[in-house]
């Protein structure tokens, strides 16, 4: 069975993603909806980015996922619908699918324009409702048909995209004697997730932020005292900086594109 997440900066206390849930379940009935998040700070593309990131390869194939972090609604920026890896997208042309397109072994990406499918009139405010969801609904109709590709499901939505927008993804290196790299991410308990793959650590290895007090490379975050500092390879393979019952991000005063150095131990 096909299914559907939604990915919002709506939150939940104004009717917004129940208005996309009810256009979807209107159009394609019996399809399964999940909440992904509807947190993400409002406009923040790149956070939409990264948590997309977390979870769209660990769904099934024909899974449809929704992205509306849409700062740009109502203006000239393209809607686009796209397959990667067998999975399906449906998001505002504004970065939301960098990561996506990033990771995936091979994508296509169209750019929706088959205006029969929309919600009508379509608000020039709201095309979460009026042309993100039921074109996802579409789609997943299409899915649970089984085609004999999942890019098949795009046939007819609009005109391939070869240059949708990418934001920036800074890249670590190797500096002589230590690493350097940046913050990328912020989650909901201050850890300050950064772009150093776990793999590049050597034990002993001590992390700094910013020039701040350097923290000690650990496996976990019991590994350290109450309200200590710790640098450990968090659940998405990088290193992260953590505080223990803590906010690393209010303890540091830094947030997404701090600079981070690592010294090797030895």
């Known amino acids: 069975m096909a299914r559907i997440t939604l990915l919002t900066d709506f939150g939940t206390v104004d009717g917004y993603v129940a208005s996309m849930k009810g256009v979807i379940a209107a159009r394609a009935p019996g399809i399964v909806i999940d909440d ?10 790149a956070a939409a980015a990264w948590t997309l990131s977390r979870y769209w390869r660990l769904y099934p194939e024909g899974t449809v996922h929704v992205v509306v972090v849409d700062p740009g609604v109502g203006s000239e920026r393209r809607a686009l619908a796209a397959e990667a890896d067998g999975r399906l997208f449906v ?13 995936a072994g091979g994508a296509a ?24 969801a039921p074109v996802a609904a579409e789609l997943a109709r299409r899915a649970v048909a089984g085609p004999a590709s999942y890019r098949e499901a795009l ?10 927008v990418r934001l920036p993804l800074p890249q670590p ?3 002589g004697d230590h690493l350097a790299g940046e913050v990328v991410h912020v989650d909901r308990f201050g850890n300050l997730i950064t772009n150093v793959p776990g ?11 910013d020039g701040g007090p350097a923290a000690p490379l650990v496996r976990t975050y019991a590994d350290v005292a109450p309200g200590a500092l710790a640098a450990l390879v968090g659940s998405a393979g990088m290193l992260e900086i953590s505080v223990r019952d803590g906010s690393a991000a209010e303890r540091l005063g830094v947030g997404r594109g ?9």
Do not use: K, Y
């Not at 998040?37 to 409002?42: A, G, L, V």
């Not at 504004?94 to 990771?103: C, F, I, K, S, Y």
């Open 36 to 45: 992904a998040s509807h947190d993400i700070p409002p406009g923040d593309v």
């Open 91 to 103: 998001a505002p042309d504004n970065g939301v699918l960098t990561r996506v397109l990033a990771e």
């Open 109 to 132: 990406v169209v750019s929706v324009e088959s205006a029969d499918l929309f919600r009508t009139p379509v608000s020039a405010t709201f095309h979460g409702r009026d042309v993100f």
């Open 155 to 164: 046939a007819g939505l609009g005109p391939a995209v070869a240059d949708p």
């Open 173 to 175: 290196h190797r500096a």
């Open 199 to 209: 793999e590049w650590l050597a034990p002993g290895a001590r992390v700094q932020v």
């Open 258 to 266: 701090a600079s981070v150095r690592v010294e090797q131990g030895g």
